[in-house]
């Protein structure tokens, strides 16, 4: 509860009464959050969630057990620590408890959990969530979902079906569905957010644990998140074969992604392709984005001046950049690629600034 003495910073009791209640509103949500992370912390240790676990896997076949371990950590230890999730919220405005919207979250399915972050967001900002999850990760943000109720029941979270009305909109999915959400939700404020991928850029100077970090930014989630690091930038004199030895000896991902990789690797052979063959991955100098999760492209630089000028011309296709170099606003360590914070935005839209302005 806020302390009587700022009463005295308000016009009358009712705008006094009104803050009071902004405060205790945000409080709340946020206790509820903070107790989530607490109970993610035992995830896949009990019956139920085991279960959750097993049919997210059988709901998605390119899921593995160790990815939603993996993306459930992630956010237990990144978005849900009190520390960090206070210091982040408290540097945005107050919503007025009078002005709540209704927020529809049309959440995709390419890794486990892609959509939490958007659905904190909304909760946070004091909207209503109307949630529309991928049919691919279903029964991970109804889990969720339902673990939040079970702290506060009244949590407005609401399915939705495509009909309800909307104030605003958060939707991500492919190239080709970002335009029909486009299309479909004209007219309204909105975040839409299409096909991603994520770059390394490397000096050379790279010891063997820093290439192993770089395979985690890589590999997980069978390479199919934004997040996931699918081109490198390396010096001209980059020796290739070491960096394709060290990166093989991580382990193989799904086998979905090894037929992937045996298909790729048989159409390239008969295209006359150049490549490198990493065991279970494809490695090619060119300077395209690849067009296989398997696939890793590979474009050399001459001189650091160059690398800010590369990525700043592709800027609309990425996501992050994986660096120890100064090279990028969204640069991160090696070995975070998969661990984005509170403030890695996608897009590098700052979603709680758009859910204010509604």
């Known amino acids: 509860m806020v302390c009587g003495k700022y009463r005295y910073f308000f016009r009358n009791d009712k705008d006094f009464r009104n803050f009071v209640a902004m405060i205790d509103s945000r409080e709340k949500r946020i206790e509820t959050f903070v107790r989530l992370g607490v109970q993610l912390a035992s995830f896949g240790q009990d019956a139920v969630s085991g279960w959750v676990v097993a049919e997210a896997c059988r709901e998605n076949a390119w899921f593995t057990p160790s990815d939603v371990f993996r993306a459930v950590e992630a956010i237990r230890s990144e978005m849900l620590g009190e520390e960090n999730l206070r210091r982040w919220i408290s540097s945005y405005p107050l919503l007025p408890v009078t002005r709540p919207r209704n927020v529809g979250l049309i959440a995709a399915g390419n890794i486990p959990l892609v959509g939490f972050f958007d659905l904190l967001c909304v909760l946070l900002s004091g909207h209503r969530c109307l949630l529309k999850p991928s049919s691919k990760d279903r029964v991970l943000m109804e889990y969720v979902v339902a673990q939040l109720r079970q702290f506060e029941p009244g949590i407005p979270v609401y399915p939705y079906m495509g009909t309800e009305p909307l104030d605003a909109v958060i939707a991500t999915g492919s190239d080709n569905t970002n335009r029909y959400f486009r299309s479909r939700y004209k007219g309204i404020p909105a975040l839409f957010r299409g096909s991603r991928a994520s770059v390394a850029v490397l000096s050379g100077e790279e010891n063997d644990a820093t290439l192993d970090l770089l395979a985690e930014d890589i590999f997980p989630y069978s390479g199919l998140g934004c997040r996931n690091v699918s081109r490198l930038l390396v010096p001209g004199e980059y020796d290739l074969a070491a960096l394709l030895g060290r990166l093989s000896e991580f382990p193989v991902p799904n086998p979905r992604y090894r037929n992937n990789y045996l298909q790729r690797r048989a159409l390239l052979a008969m295209q006359g392709e150049p490549f490198l063959d ?46 120890a170099l100064s090279v990028h606003s969204r640069a991160v360590p090696f070995g975070r690629a998969q661990r984005p914070s509170l403030t890695d935005y996608p897009d590098g839209a700052d979603v709680p600034v758009f859910l204010s302005e509604i």
Not at 317 to 323: E, L, M, N, P, Y
């Open 278 to 323: 990493g065991g279970f991955f494809l490695m090619r100098e060119c300077d395209q984005w690849p067009s296989s999760v398997s696939e890793i492209t590979v474009s050399r630089y001459e001189r650091v001046e160059q690398i800010a000028e590369w990525l700043s011309s592709r800027e609309e296709r990425i996501q992050c950049v994986v660096s």
